[in-house]
């Protein structure tokens, strides 16, 4: 649902609003909040600081729309302001945009105009969130940011999201490269790393397609989160699709590539991790669901994908495994039962 705040002294406004988007209204897309001028709709951010899109006024009464779009461009740099006014003169409409304004749209309301404008602001405020969530999770690009460009990137609240730490179910993925350490020993520098890059960039596509996360690169050996709805499907898609394209690439420097991946699912606990000292936080993932997952992979051979039981057990109705039979796991207890995920 999209919280959207309106700034206006016109009475009778909030009613068109209601009558003119109640289909939105009634399926929760829309969420309305009214205030009758810029200082009323300050207090309104601070009550609902999860606003999206301010549709504002210019004429109104104690703080003016300009003055208000002023105010929010610095304390709420996510939120983007629509003017709508009749002063749609040029002078008013440049003065708008040099203060911030997404958009501007004139009075008398054309409701279509209107409801276009909103969702192209919608869409332009989801994709900015998208990219700062994209960035909190991207290890390599965290690792360079300080807490001075996190200030400048949004808002307390999103910078006090970057430190959170909680316990969530997720799928963890290890895709080995198999034997590449051999092919390192012979190569020149140039040719390994262009060749381990190659294959990198083939997996991380097939991990981001199926909404996954890249959580780190460790030598040859790439690990991947992923989260919310499905995520074991997901994982299994995204590893099936990695293995599939690996063992169709030709072979170069005589090395024939090949991953093994290890995939477990289960409670994690998600949070930065590292040293403050060298300011340096990776946002990663921590338990015995990742420990497990690691020596699953260890335990695959070339080519294969092997899950354990209640992976297994989850997943069977979807996709055709074998059964490898029970082993015991590096620093496990007792013996395992495992699976190859075939296809």
Request: glycine letters at 4%; a negative charge; aromatic letters at 6%.
């Amino acid at each position: 649902m999209t919280k959207i705040l309106v700034a206006d002294d016109e009475a009778d406004l909030e009613t068109l609003i209601r009558q003119k988007f109640r289909r939105q209204i009634r399926e929760k897309l829309y969420d309305f909040v009214f205030a009758s001028n810029g200082k009323e709709a300050l207090d309104k951010m601070l009550e609902h600081p999860d606003t999206s899109v301010v549709l504002s006024d210019i004429n109104m009464p104690e703080m003016d729309g300009l003055t208000l779009l002023s105010r929010l461009t610095e304390t709420n740099p996510l939120t983007k302001t629509v003017m709508v006014s009749a002063y749609g003169d040029m002078d008013n409409i440049r003065s708008a945009m040099n203060r911030g304004a997404f958009d501007f749209v004139t009075k008398p309301v054309n409701f279509e105009d209107l409801e276009l404008t909103m969702e192209k602001t919608i869409k332009y405020v989801n994709q900015v969130k998208e990219t700062l969530q994209a960035i909190k999770e991207n290890n390599i690009l965290r690792m360079y940011v300080d807490s001075n460009v996190l200030n400048f990137m949004g808002t307390r609240e999103y910078e006090t999201s970057l430190t959170a730490n909680e316990t969530v179910e997720a799928t963890i993925a290890f895709i080995d490269i198999c034997s590449f350490t051999s092919i390192s020993e012979k190569e020149p520098a140039d040719t390994v790393v262009k060749m381990l890059n190659k294959y990198f960039d083939l997996i991380v596509k097939e991990i981001i397609a199926q909404q996954g996360i890249i959580d780190k690169f460790i030598g040859d050996c790439v690990m991947a989160v992923f989260k919310d709805a499905y995520h074991l499907d997901r994982a299994v898609d995204a590893c099936i699709a990695i293995r599939d394209k690996i063992n169709s690439l030709p072979s170069e420097h005589n090395f024939a590539p090949r991953v093994s991946i290890g995939i477990n699912s289960g409670e994690v606990i998600s949070g930065n991790i590292g040293s403050s000292t060298l300011r340096r936080l990776d946002y990663t993932v921590i338990g015995d669901t990742v420990n497990t997952a690691q020596r699953l992979q260890t335990a695959a051979g070339s080519g294969q994908i092997v899950i354990n039981e209640n992976c297994f057990q989850k997943i069977q109705q979807s996709f055709e495994c074998k059964k490898i039979g029970a082993t015991t796991l590096k620093n496990k207890d007792g013996e395992m039962m495992l699976y190859e995920v075939l296809g």
